[in-house]
């Protein structure tokens, strides 16, 4: 993530540019040849990476981040398809201890990429080599999952050599990024060669973290404190959070669209890992359970769905723009409880076939309590973006909790599991009912008094 500096960039007419664009097109929608379009030339020559105009009007996430997204959203399901497995298993703290390590790298990865794209993607060539060096590295790092939770699970070592590759070789994409915007913007030079020295840092302590052999708790203590570094690093190389040129609406988008795919990955996960309940190979079962696995795993979906585009991210980060550091890392817990969701539908799907050995009132509050984080985390993102203490949503929140409450105590009370997954199912909508009603009255108060100040 880096939305963060000690200065604003200077302010540039909205639509302007120092260098005409490739994917600038005339009024009448037909692309504008720039100088650079040649015979004999590129299609995607090189651009000076000078920074995007934040105020670019229409600006929408491109089909190579959308395809970039792709890579980590494989990651993403990976890890929550070994969360579930290994808690299937009986292996509680190992398998939640790997889920957050590797949703914490995953995210942070995908957060740096994302707002350096809104402030300085140029689509030529090169960035575009640059990007697909930072998928190589995704790939390779989610090819490292079965190992961090096997070593935790089975072994209990920290085995994170593999995922640590594929981190670095993310990260290091990202420090040509800015060695080229640190050459080629001289406004944001201090800001670019900053954050390299920063990154560069930072991978160093990951890899002896990675080869050093060390002892569990000594190797979690120092993953902790390097993921603080992470956390830490665009303050120590940019100050507050108005220097680079990123546009908060484009960042928005990116942000609601890695949820979708993430949501997405939570239904299908679902799905499919539930071969057996629904029938196999031998025509679809239309049990009870096998009912309950789908509804519930569309229901929540579209729920969760609901609640996240409540609220105007795009419009408020406009306002507050100092508080994108907030917006973007806060979104770390959001897509680790959106993950964490998609894991309790696998476990509860893998729990009606009879795969796991926990029981019953575990499975569901595996379910219950990624899903109470996530709302938890949107109820707060709301809050401290807008800066509005609502007590309606005080009241929504507690009637959540008492949702999800009841639905693990129904499991401990012997209840099915097909008819507890239907009980998760309606915590969202405490939210989406409560809103449509009287909470977007309450948002739109928020909103207007953000604009008068």
Not at 2 to 25: F, K, L, S, V
């Amino acid at each position: 993530m880096r939305p963060i500096t000690a200065t604003r960039a200077p302010e540039r007419p909205i639509g302007a540019y120092d260098h005409p664009r490739p994917d600038a097109n005339d009024p009448d929608g037909k692309p504008n040849m720039s100088e650079h379009d040649h015979p004999g030339g590129l299609a995607h020559p090189r651009q000076p990476m000078t920074g995007r105009d934040p105020d670019e009007p229409g600006r929408v996430a491109t089909p190579l981040e959308l395809l970039f997204d792709l890579t980590f959203v494989v990651a993403v399901g990976t890890a929550a398809s070994f969360l579930a497995e290994t808690l299937a298993g009986g292996h509680v703290v190992p398998g939640i201890t790997a889920f957050v390590l590797a949703m914490f790298a995953i995210s942070v990865a995908w957060i740096s990429f994302s707002w350096f794209a809104s402030a300085f993607d140029t689509d030529d060539w090169l960035y575009r080599a640059l990007t697909m060096l930072q998928m190589i590295g995704v790939v390779v790092f989610a090819l490292g999952l079965p190992a961090l939770f096997t070593g935790l699970a089975e072994e209990s070592r920290l085995e994170v050599r593999v995922i640590v590759l594929g981190y670095v070789v993310m990260r290091v994409a990202m420090v040509l990024q800015w060695w080229r915007a640190a050459r080629e913007s001289p406004e944001f030079s201090a800001v670019g060669f900053a954050n390299i020295r920063w990154t560069v840092l930072a991978q160093v302590g990951w890899v002896v973290l990675a080869f050093a052999n060390l002892p569990l708790g000594v190797a979690l203590a120092a993953f902790v404190l390097l993921g603080l570094l992470e956390l830490a690093l665009p303050v120590f190389a940019q100050g507050r959070a108005h220097g680079t040129p990123w546009h908060p609406h484009h960042v928005a988008e990116r942000y609601s669209a890695f949820a979708i795919i993430t949501l997405g990955e939570g239904v299908v996960g679902t799905i499919a890992s539930s071969g057996e309940l629904l029938g196999g190979g031998s025509g679809v079962n239309w049990s009870g359970d096998a009912v309950a696995v789908v509804v519930a795993g569309v229901g929540l979906t579209f729920g969760m769905w609901w609640v996240y585009f409540a609220t105007p991210f795009g419009g408020v980060l406009e306002q507050r723009r100092a508080r994108g550091y907030l917006f973007g890392y806060g979104h770390i817990l959001v897509f680790g409880g959106i993950a964490g969701t998609g894991a309790g539908l696998h476990l509860a799907g893998l729990q009606l076939e009879h795969h796991s050995t926990i029981g019953n009132a575990t499975v569901v509050l595996a379910l219950a309590v990624p899903l109470g984080l996530y709302l938890l985390v949107v109820y707060l993102l709301h809050a401290l973006l807008l800066s509005e203490a609502d007590g309606f949503h005080v009241l929504l929140l507690v009637i959540t909790l008492g949702v999800l409450g009841a639905a693990v105590a129904l499991a401990a009370a012997g209840v099915g599991i097909a008819a507890c997954l239907l009980v998760v199912m309606l915590a969202p909508y405490v939210t989406v009912l409560g809103h449509e009603t009287i909470g977007h009255r309450h948002q739109r108060r928020a909103l207007d008094g953000l604009r008068r100040r």
